[in-house]
């Protein structure tokens, strides 16, 4: 298993091995080709997410889609935000903390 889902009614997948680039991943059920690399503990849309939607992860709300991503796709900083933490302070926090 390359993906899990934390909760039933999250609508994304965690990474739990390295995915590459046309690899298969079972999602419910279905066999979905995943178009780019996805690295261990980031996510994968469940279902087709768009611009605007609330990312659910745990059973909460993390955050919101800032393009749309089809089922598969990696749901990262480049296409979502935190409702939570405004981009430009964790980008502050990461740099702070890699010194």
Known sequence: MTAILLHPSDNILVVTAAIAAGDTV???GDAVVIP????????IARLTLSLGETVIKYGAPIGSMTAP???G???HLHNM??????SHLRDTLERSTES
């Open 69 to 71: 991503a089809a089922r």
């Open 73 to 75: 796709d990696h749901v």
């Open 36 to 43: 780019v690399p996805v690295q261990v503990g980031h996510k």
């Open 81 to 86: 935000k935190s409702d939570y933490i405004a």
């Open 26 to 28: 079972s999602i419910d």
